[in-house]
Every structure is written in C-alpha cells, then in structure tokens.
C-alpha cells in the first residue's frame, strides 16, 4: 500500500493487561503490519486500588507489558494512564495523545468486540470518534451483542475495507487477526490453581510472574 504524505499512523491499545497475553500481541503485531502503523501503542490502566488483582501493583502489570514489547517495534508502551492520581478515562488519554501529536496524524483506536459492545458505557463515548478511527478485533471467546446505539453508529460510520480509511478521525473498521481465544481472566485462574500459561504469554512475562510469585492462589 502506497503511503500517501507524511502524516504518522498511530495504533493504541488500552486495557488493564492483567497480564498482557498473545491475544493483546498477536492482535496488536498484525493490525500494525497489516495498515503500516508507525507506532502502536499499548497503554495500560490505572484502576482503582479495590479493583487490582491481589498483590498485582499497576507497576507490575506495567512491567509486563515493557517486557513483552521490547525490541518488538513497532509497538511500544504509553505509561500516562498510570502516571495520572486518578483512573483516566480514554476520551482524556485521547486528547492528550492528540496534543502531542500533528494534526494529520491518524490515530486508530483498537477494541475487541466485547470492549467495543462496552462503549457506551464510556466516559462521553460519542465523543471519541472525533479523536480517532476505530479498528473493532473479533473475540472468539466473546458473545457480547451490540447495542442498537452502536448499531446505528456503525451503520453511519464503518467502512468495510480498513485499508480504506481516509482522515484523521471518525470511522470505524471491522479487522480480521488471528483469532486467539485467550483472555487474561483464564490465565490468571491457571496460575491460581497451580497450571502452566506457558505459550500463552511471552516467555519474558512468564519469567517475570514467576519470578514475582504472581496470581497465585491465597495459602
Ligand atoms: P480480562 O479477562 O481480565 O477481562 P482481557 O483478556 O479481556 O482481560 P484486557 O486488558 O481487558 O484483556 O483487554 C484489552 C483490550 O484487548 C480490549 O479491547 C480487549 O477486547 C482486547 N483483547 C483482549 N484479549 C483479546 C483477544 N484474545 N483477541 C482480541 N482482542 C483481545
């Protein structure tokens, strides 16, 4: 595919990455390939302290998701959700994303289906088409069903081909990846009863859990 001007292409993949698993990477690593990203950037949550995983700091979940990526350009982690004093929303990440870059940059925000049937639960959710397209990941482990909300909005924004996404903001793709169904929810009930995740994460992350004692079960 012919690149058209200078304008950078960014990819950004948000989520709690409890841990981050070859879903999340797999996922990630085509799309980038696929529509020529610069950069694709996996941005991990803050979530509020009664919500974290036992005994998994955000600093760990962090520390995954660098070893995971490294030397793995084009993706790369963005730590400013984590860097803020509370849970940021995504239309915030977005606007501050959107700040520091060109104005002709094109961001692409990347959702599997089940995070895109959540959307309208969203912090002004209708607002985030302004800021960026939407590339939509089928889950084969997912059964959620769209909302007729969303219904209309893809009616009115999705384009079938998202090689054929035009403009900085605004439309929405479905993409085909490598369906994986892998959930970091199964991973951690693995650890928790004392089975292997081995293939399912990075070996880097697998070291690091393993390493840090983490998501066993309680003694
Ligand atoms: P949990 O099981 O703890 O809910 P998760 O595996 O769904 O976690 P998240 O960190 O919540 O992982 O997901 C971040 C983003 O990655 C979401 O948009 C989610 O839909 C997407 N995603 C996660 N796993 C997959 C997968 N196997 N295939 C495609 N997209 C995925």
Redesign the pocket.
């Known amino acids: 595919m012919a690149r058209r001007s200078d304008a950078r292409r960014i990819g950004v993949?948000?989520?709690?990455?409890?841990p981050?698993?070859?879903?999340?990477l797999?996922?990630a690593l085509e799309v980038a390939e696929y529509l020529q990203f610069d950069e694709l950037r996996l941005i991990p949550?803050a979530r509020p302290p009664h919500r974290d995983t036992p005994q998994v700091s955000a600093a760990q979940r962090l520390a995954m998701v660098e070893l995971a990526v490294a030397d793995v350009p084009p993706l790369r982690v963005d730590d400013r959700e984590l860097k803020r004093e509370r849970p940021s929303y995504t239309i915030d990440t977005l606007e501050s994303l959107r700040g520091e870059l060109a104005a002709d940059d094109q961001v692409f925000l990347?959702?599997?289906?089940?995070?895109?049937c959540g959307l309208p639960s969203w912090h002004r959710w209708e607002e985030l088409l302004q800021h960026c397209h939407m590339l939509v990941?089928?889950?084969?482990?997912?059964d959620s069903e769209a909302s007729e909300a969303l219904r209309n909005l893809l009616a009115a924004r999705s384009v079938n081909d998202p090689q054929a996404i035009v403009g900085v903001a605004g439309q929405i793709s479905f993409i085909w990846?490598t369906?994986?169904?892998?959930?970091?929810?199964?991973?951690?009930q693995r650890l928790a009863e004392g089975r292997s995740v081995r293939y399912l994460v990075p070996d880097s992350v697998l070291a690091y859990i393993h390493a840090h004692g983490l998501y066993r079960a309680p003694n």
């Open positions: 993949l948000g989520g709690t990455f409890d981050v698993h070859i879903g999340h797999r996922g949550s990347l959702l599997g289906w089940d995070a895109f990941l089928q889950r084969p482990d997912a990846q369906p994986l169904a892998v959930s970091a929810t199964q991973i951690r």
